[in-house]
């Protein structure tokens, strides 16, 4: 690793307008020019994409083109969530309204009006479902299309980021406002959100009776155009992580190996890097900051979402070390799987480190396998992505073994494995 612990950095959390990598602007560019083109109005698009996974980047940049394209389209960007604790949906027909400075003072009421509408209905999307439960607002219902169609006389494109972030009430309001209010002549609105999260928030507010293909269908009648955010490979996230970092390819490949394909993810394991150093403090030979990252990463990407697990990993960190060396020895998570569920089964009476060695998990330079490395074991053999967790981490220890002067040495193997035992629990001690 040609870095030292100075070199890392806090990132912020912002969107990668500028970063080339991902391949965005071919993507952005095709999508801005079916925007700029005979696309027919009104039209909705959903851009699809979990959490952390780029849409915001993703739309700047769709922006960016069509604005570059064409000086005739009108374009609001609306982050939905800055807006949640006033009103989403107001504050959005206000900038509608600034964007063709008019002058329209019945913007307000009528935006009232469309919050009473849709904080109280709660039985579907259409018209036809809001007149039946409010008959007496229908007509300034009506007046508020009749309203927006007058004012929107050139082609507008309304890219609304963030939604998925909003509490479950107002994602369903602000999706619903745009389904009764939003599609009329000359407006193409492009929202950026994880439609799971969508489809959830519809399954929460609604019967249960409505779950699964309910939900699904819900956001469907929203659409006409379902996109994803580009899928990342792996040199494209190395790419990003060096862009990001000072860190050599080989320490770039383990961060990818070990991490969720998810750019944020790996912008919060990079500054859990610099806060460890920090709380550390430690002077390191380049060997030493070498197996100290890589206890950092595996202990971040471990107790990531999982906090019973990692309460279990902070009651014995080492077990963690042990069981990584273990899941080296594997090639595929199914084989792992198969040898715990094995050692489990016959554990009764028997000893369980002269199991181990019989379905070829192996021995450690000095330790037998324990009752609770084997419960650790247990789990991680219950969740793939522990086990990928665990395995590219062992490979790394695995390897510094395999560089000893003598690999074949238990003396040598636990000079080595020893302090990746430290290394490891001053990880789990210092954050």
């Given at each position: ?36 083109g005979n696309i027919p ?97 229908v007509s300034e219902i ?59 928030a519809w399954r929460l ?227």
């Open positions: 690793m040609s870095s030292t612990e100075e070199d890392a950095v806090l990132l912020a959390d912002v969107p990668e307008e500028e970063n080339p990598v991902f391949g965005f602007d071919t993507y952005a560019k095709s999508i801005a020019g079916m925007l700029s109005t009104p039209f909705s698009i959903i851009i699809d994409g979990e959490w952390g996974s780029g849409k915001t980047t993703l739309v700047k940049r769709i922006k960016r083109s069509l604005v570059e394209r064409s000086q005739e389209i009108k374009v609001i960007e609306f982050d939905a969530w800055k807006y949640e604790k006033i009103d989403i949906f107001t504050a959005l027909l206000g900038l509608i309204n600034e964007k063709f400075n008019k002058k329209t003072d019945s913007i307000q009421a009528f935006a009232s009006i469309t919050a009473d509408v849709i904080l109280r209905h709660g039985v579907g999307i259409s018209l036809d479902d809001a007149k039946s439960h409010f008959k007496g607002l009506k007046g508020l299309e009749k309203l927006l169609s007058e004012m929107v006389d050139e082609k507008l494109v309304i890219f609304i980021d963030d939604l998925d972030r909003c509490s479950m009430e107002n994602t369903i309001s602000m999706l619903e406002s745009i389904k009764l209010f939003l599609m009329v002549n000359n407006v193409v609105v492009v929202v950026a959100a994880d439609m799971e999260k969508i489809e959830s507010k609604y019967s249960k009776d409505e779950a699964g293909p309910a939900g699904t269908g819900y956001v469907e009648k929203l659409f006409q155009l379902k996109l994803a955010v580009p899928p990342k490979g792996s040199q494209d996230l190395k790419d990003y992580v060096r862009s990001m970092t000072p860190f050599d390819e080989d320490f770039a490949s383990y961060l990818v190996d070990i991490l969720p394909a998810n750019p944020r993810k790996m912008k919060l394991a990079m500054n859990f890097v610099y806060f460890a150093n920090l709380s550390s403090n430690k002077d390191r030979t380049m060997e030493e900051v070498r197996g100290w990252y890589n206890a950092l990463m595996a202990w971040f990407a471990a107790k990531d979402g999982r906090h019973g697990f990692a309460a279990v990993i902070k009651n014995a960190p080492r077990n963690f070390v042990y069981m990584s060396y273990f899941c080296s020895g594997f090639g595929t998570y199914l084989e792992f799987q198969k040898a715990v569920d094995e050692i489990s089964r016959k554990r009764n009476g028997q000893s369980i480190n002269s199991l181990a060695k019989d379905v070829g998990l192996g021995v450690l330079p000095h330790e037998s396998i324990t009752e609770s490395l084997l419960d650790m074991m247990v789990t991680c053999s219950r969740d793939p992505s522990i086990f990928r967790i665990s395995r590219q981490y062992g490979l790394k220890i695995k390897g510094d073994m395999d560089r000893a002067a003598d690999p074949a040495s238990t003396a040598e193997r636990k000079a080595v494995f020893d302090p990746a035992c430290l290394l490891f629990e001053e990880a789990v001690n210092c954050t």
